[in-house]
């Protein structure tokens, strides 16, 4: 209830992490696989959708205020594959699937906290990317025992 009006109040709220959250919120209690497909579409979808000319311009970007190496100043070109692979072992099963997605997810969303932070930009998105890694590990819990 409390979302709803937070959400009535500013409607520039109505982004993808509200969606997320509250999907999650309706089919996470005790049930760690539906939690794992909506998880594996999110990653899947954000993999493809990076598939195109302009994610050059915004990787450049991401990585322009850290001090990496001429040898790596192009690894975002990584970003979209796994994504797409993080993705796809969140939508399968198993234990050494879930281990990949947990890898994957973990990595992604750090990485991207480090960029945005040295960026000084986008701060609604860094507790998101922290709950991602967080719900990840939650949502695979019942695949490693």
């Known amino acids: 209830m409390s979302v709803l009006l937070v959400t009535a109040s500013d409607l520039l709220r ?4 509200l969606y997320q959250y509250l999907l999650i919120a309706c089919i996470a209690a005790g049930r760690p696989r539906p939690t794992r497909w909506v998880l ?15 994610f050059d311009i915004v990787g450049q970007w991401l990585l322009s205020n850290l ?26 099963e198993g234990r050494i699937l879930g281990w ?11 990485g991207a906290i480090v960029c945005l932070v040295s960026l000084h930009w ?24």
């Open 40 to 54: 594996g579409g999110i990653f899947l979808w954000a993999g493809i959708s990076k598939i195109n000319p302009n």
């Open 100 to 110: 990949i997605a947990r890898a994957l997810v973990t990595a992604i969303s750090l």
């Open 122 to 145: 986008n701060t609604v998105v860094w507790p998101w990317q922290g709950a991602n890694v967080l719900l990840v590990w939650l949502a695979d819990r019942k695949s490693t025992r």
């Open 67 to 92: 001090p990496l190496p001429d040898r790596l100043q192009k690894i975002y070109h990584l970003l979209p594959g796994m994504e797409i692979a993080a993705g796809l072992a969140l939508l399968g």
């Open 14 to 17: 109505l982004q993808p992490w």
